[in-house]
């Protein structure tokens, strides 16, 4: 099966933030393309201002009959009506994991950046880089980068730069000609159950990557060994220290937190580089990217312009305005380990008080790190909880955020369960001080709260 073998697409689930994308790169690249999705949004309008239609409800009546390839997302469950006529139709039907496989045999130099944390940075600094070096590459990734106007971009047929999920084994679907792997940690744990399947998933993947390609990989993972077993590509390691193939030295940050270093690759320092992002994890994101496009044989001056070229994507530490004297930023962080590299980026800065208001993602990720969520929340100075977002799944009782915010004042934290937003919104007014920094965390719709308080400014 090829993707030149069809010529009408049809995506259930058209309107999200990944699928929308590659619905974008087909139509530009002439298919017919169609959707659906269960509510309209900013992008179903974009999508049909792209003449690509899309209809709102997912009802067995949206295939039509013509389609040569139905796609559908993860998210839509076998009980889906439009599903089941997809499959009872004459077409082809696949997921979304399965056409991006199908749409990277179609690049000579498919690039995946995976890990459970970091995708979105790391593959905007890969897709700076790459159009700061004129390499012409087509981009899909899980954020807006303003150089694209956007999460995607239609290039040529030589690079293809791709975010890559782990949920659900999808990137197993995939086929790279180079990958990086920046990190191995508990996460989707309603579909893997355990870190140990985790690593197992990552093996298979690292296994995708073919002999005459290469692997760009951290080394301090901490079962390194578990992901690499059986390998063929080449690998190449980077890292804290001089163990890895590459590493920093000479670390320092400016006053907004962002990071300088020295490139080291075995022994010989290769460039300076100067982040315009802040965090130390950035300093290893960049790096990882650094390393990957210097192996495609970008000059290194290049390499440094496009790295400073980057100045984030939408929902990662974005300054979204001042509500009175209050800074307000919005960070996607939903993971013990992303909040962490977030509160380390908001110290750097020259504030008084750091306010998070954060809004778990998913039941089950809450239930399984709730320890984790409490310890690394408990060292900011004001949290605020919202409920739970559920994303794909239903309330069944496992977990609160009420639960969350026992946990953190039982470590000593200092927190408010405040379930809704406007309950969020009517405490910051009244409490928060002047000079405080305030985040909006998680990966739902806390972002609202903060539009919200700074559009009245």
């Known amino acids: 099966m090829k993707l030149s073998d069809y010529k009408r697409i049809h995506f259930i689930g058209i309107g999200g933030i990944s699928m929308s994308g590659l619905a974008e790169i087909l139509k530009y690249r002439g298919y017919e393309v169609s959707g659906s999705d269960s509510t309209d949004s900013d992008v179903i309008k974009r999508l049909r201002a792209l003449k690509i239609r899309v209809d709102i409800g997912q009802k067995a009546e949206n295939i039509k009959g013509d389609e040569d390839l139905i796609v559908y997302t993860a998210a839509i469950g076998e ?73 995607f971009k239609v290039g040529s047929h030589d690079y293809f730069i791709l975010e890559t999920c782990e949920y659900k084994d999808s990137f197993l679907k995939f086929n790279p000609h180079s990958a990086i792997i920046l990190n191995v940690d508990k996460d989707h744990l309603d579909y893997f159950k355990n870190l140990d399947n985790i690593y197992i998933s990552f093996n298979k993947f690292a296994k995708r990557v073919p002999e005459d390609g290469f692997l760009v990989i951290n080394r301090d993972i901490e079962r390194l060994d578990e992901v690499l077993e059986g ?20 670390i320092s940050y400016d006053s907004m937190g962002h990071g300088g270093y020295s490139v080291y690759h075995k022994g010989e320092k290769l460039a300076e580089v100067h982040l315009m992002i802040p965090g130390e994890h950035n300093v290893y994101n960049s790096l990882a990217a650094f390393a990957l496009a210097y192996n495609y044989h970008i000059p290194v001056d290049t390499i440094v312009k496009g790295i400073a070229k980057y ?147």
């Open 311 to 457: 100045k984030g994507t939408d929902r990662r530490f974005q300054y979204k305005g001042k509500y009175k004297e209050i800074t307000v930023i919005d960070d996607y962080a939903h993971h013990p380990t992303e909040i962490a590299a977030t509160i380390n980026s908001a110290r750097a800065n020259d504030i008084n008080e750091l306010w998070i208001a954060f809004q778990p993602h998913t039941y089950t990720r809450t239930f399984a790190l709730l320890d984790e969520f409490a310890e690394v929340l408990s060292k900011a100075d004001k949290v605020l909880l919202i409920d739970i977002y559920a994303s794909r799944e239903r309330d069944t009782g496992l977990v609160s955020s009420k639960d969350l915010a026992d946990k953190i004042k039982s470590i000593g934290g200092n927190v408010e369960y405040c379930g809704s937003f406007d309950n969020a919104e009517n405490y910051i007014r009244v409490n928060c001080n002047p000079q405080t920094m305030l985040i909006t965390m998680g990966a739902g719709d806390v972002y609202k709260l903060g539009e919200k308080l700074v559009s009245e400014h």
């Open 231 to 250: 390998t063929k590509c080449k690998v190449i390691t980077y890292g804290r220290d001089d163990r890895a193939d590459w590493y920093p030295m000479d």
């Open 79 to 151: 009980d889906n009506p439009e599903l089941i006529a997809a499959r009872s139709s004459s077409a082809d039907v696949i997921d979304r994991a399965e056409l991006v496989g199908l749409l990277m045999l179609e690049y000579r130099y498919p690039i995946s950046v995976a890990g459970t944390h970091g995708k979105t940075t790391t593959s905007s600094l890969v897709t700076e880089i790459f159009l700061t070096a004129d390499t012409e590459p087509t981009v899909s990734i899980g954020g807006m980068l303003p150089d694209i106007n956007g999460n």
